[in-house]
């Protein structure tokens, strides 16, 4: 299998797998397993119909299309989202458990593979645990239904289809359940999620170096969280990533303050070792759920059982979702806690006219700290959210905003936050009392400069700010181990 594709089936799907698949652009191939799998199946539905052709009792009869599926409104669901939830769903189709036609699996993949996305919408109509618009819209353009993307445009998904020479499919009728059922959506906004979260905390982690270096604050506190053993992993793992940070090369960086550190400093192992140790309990919830075939009804020929009984899935990775947005709320506040301190020493530095030409930085730490006020507001739980019904024995669901367009919104706010840290660390460190960095630190500043433009009249500008997330979000190095 060559390194450019991802292979699905059932062998267990890795977290570094999910990344490089974005990170590589990858395209997506099921194994000879998994063809095997799902030939099988295919197979056990042809045979579980009565003499007049009628899907027997347990088989899901239903075959047409929801028409609310057709119909969107509110924000689109991103791209990289998308790309997650064809992955995800050719995934959980492999383990041959679905019900689906072998020439169904090779279209999603020929879609995902030509670039061809179906464009869905989160709207409102759509529990957690239900089938209709949202995963819906997944299966209509199989079929020549609404639009997708396609080199970068908009379109009808007919007019690609004919551009393409493809055909529409005609889908069994128990194929829409397997295609507008399972966990595909929530799970691919949680790896997606997952994947940028990972990622701040880790850049996150070179700023705060960075703001320590600026204010030449002691590292006795570092050292001894780095050296104590602990059942905090993520705690000590961060002091030690910070302390290589600020002494690669073997030269002790800091030690130029006296007295004790601000409490915004000496309490970043803790908080940002939270999060870290948060992600890993999150992430293994997200892993075992797209290692697991959540469509329904689920075929297990094999056994010769039909399971029909109806998968929720939501509620757990809802509270994940709700625990990592909690987490990055705690590094936007001690963030801009950070931020505060280094805006204090604009005001008091050595140098008065450096420090006039550095005034508009300053009221970069009122934008942070409105910034931080709105997190605060978004932490309310979204599993706290239940949509009160009456439909018989269904009286309560989960709503449609399950946690993964709000954790995206929350991470947006906390990039900014830690973006305008990065600003000020930067600028501060260069303009108001140079320090010899680490040989890291040195190369890192020198990639933000060489990619955002700092000039005198546009420092407190939104596109200078847009810049610096853009850099945070698109900065690729190797992570301390």
Known sequence: ??????????????????????????????????????????????????????????????????????????DEVPLP?????????????????????????????????????????????????????????????????????????????????????????????????????????????????????????????????????????????????????????????????????????????????????PSSFNCVPEIHGAVKDQLETVLNLFLAEINSVSEIPRYLPEQDLVLTSRNRVGYPLVLAFDMLVLAMSAMSNISERRINRLSAILRSGPDENRAKELLPLQSLWLVAANINAEIKQMTVPASAKFISIEDGDEDFELPQNFGGPHSLRVIGLVEKVVGIELLISALAGERLEPNEKSPFLKQFTAELQRQVSFEKDNLASPDLLNQVTQFITGYRFKPVS
Request: hydrophobic share 35%.
């Open 81 to 261: 989202v998308i790309k997650l939830v064809i992955m995800l769903k050719i995934k959980s189709l492999s383990y041959g458990q679905s019900g689906v036609q072998i020439e169904t699996v090779k279209r999603l993949m020929k879609m995902y593979n030509k670039g061809v996305f179906p464009v869905i919408y989160a709207d409102a109509t759509t529990s957690v645990s239900g089938g209709g618009g949202t995963r819906g819209r997944l299966a209509l353009p199989l079929i020549g239904l609404t639009e997708v993307w396609y080199q970068g445009q908009k379109k009808a998904s007919a007019d690609v289809m004919r551009e393409l020479q493809w055909q529409p499919l005609q889908l069994q009728q128990h194929e829409f359940p397997a295609l507008s059922s399972g966990s595909q959506m929530i799970t691919a906004y949680g790896m997606y999620v997952l994947k940028k979260t990972e990622h701040l905390l880790q850049v996150s982690n070179v700023v705060a170096a960075l703001s320590f270096d600026v204010l030449g604050l002691r590292l006795d506190e570092l050292e001894g969280q780095a050296e104590i053993g602990t059942d905090r992993k993520g705690e000590q793992q961060v002091a030690q990533t910070i302390l290589q940070y600020l002494q690669e090369g073997g030269r002790s960086q800091g030690g130029k303050q006296p007295g004790r550190n």
């Open 1 to 74: 299998m060559s390194y450019n594709y991802l292979p699905l089936d059932r062998k267990r799907l890795s977290f570094q797998q999910v990344k490089n698949l974005l990170d590589y652009d990858q395209q997506v191939s099921i194994t000879f397993d998994a063809h095997e799998r799902i030939l099988q199946c295919q197979k056990y539905l042809a045979n579980k119909t009565d003499d007049g052709g009628n899907v027997v009792a347990g088989v899901d009869q239903s075959g047409n299309i929801s028409k609310r599926a057709t119909h969107g409104f509110g």
